[in-house]
């Protein structure tokens, strides 16, 4: 079965904190995506990458970085931590150019206080 | 930009019955639809897609049909269950892109025993 972690499943952080997100995948996908879930507004793409240090701005990359050093870890950073960024963090792992299945990871909860 | 709609937002149905989500698509040249349940607490997990050159897939209790011409495509869940309830989200490939998805805002589905 494919696998999608992530670090922390609730995370509680003070405004102009910098967060990290992590995700890790152990199917060999190509292609790692990072969403926000919010509640009437479904999922947003705020970065994704097609390959190691590779990445594309999605819909609301606004407020947040990504990293990308190795195929299996994809990571979002959120340079100074605001209150509108509390949320739900979704990332999400699928093959390459054919495979268009994501398989995504639990999720984790940021609250920024 | 392109966008995906989905419809109702809330679906109240008793156990047995059936029940239908509706998408509507904006880029024509999507050729992926894929179907998530998010239970609470979860990240989405596919249950179900189609592609562009098949107009209707079934898996047990499960179905999607596609209407390339409209561009529209449903989810039909028979005999519903209970443990059907959640929140299902419908998507589709942004044309030209390597897989990327844009989600519909979800629908809660109660399904009352």
């Known amino acids: 079965d494919v696998k999608v972690t992530q670090s922390s499943r609730y995370l509680v952080k003070r405004t102009g904190e910098k967060v990290f997100l992590e995700c890790v995948q152990d199917m060999d996908h190509e292609n790692m995506f990072w969403y926000r879930q919010d509640p009437g507004l479904g999922l947003r793409l705020i970065y994704f990458s097609y390959d190691v240090k590779m990445k594309e701005k999605g819909d609301i990359p606004e407020g947040y970085s990504v990293s990308r050093e190795k195929k299996e870890r994809f990571s979002l950073i959120l340079e100074s931590a605001s209150t509108n960024q509390t949320s739900m963090y979704l990332c999400?792992?699928?093959?390459?150019?054919?495979?268009?299945?994501?398989?995504f990871g639990p999720g984790t909860r940021l609250t920024v206080t | 930009g392109e966008n995906v709609e989905q419809h109702p937002s809330t679906l109240s149905v008793q156990e047995g019955d059936s029940a239908v989500i509706k998408c509507t698509y904006s880029?024509?040249?999507?050729?992926?639809f894929p179907w998530y349940k998010q239970e609470l607490g979860k990240g989405p997990q596919l249950i179900i897609d189609i592609r562009s050159n098949v107009g209707e897939k079934k898996d047990q209790r499960i179905a999607v049909t596609l209407n390339k011409t409209a561009k529209h495509f449903s989810l039909h869940i028979t005999e519903t269950q209970p443990e059907d309830s959640a929140v299902y989200f419908c998507?589709?490939?942004?044309?030209?892109?390597?897989?990327?998805?844009?989600f519909g805002k979800g629908t809660k589905l109660s399904v009352k025993p």
């Open positions: 999400a792992s699928s093959w390459g150019t054919s495979g268009y299945e994501q398989y």
């Open positions: 998507a589709a490939t942004i044309g030209g892109s390597q897989g990327n998805l844009i």
């Open positions: 880029d024509s040249a999507s050729n992926y």
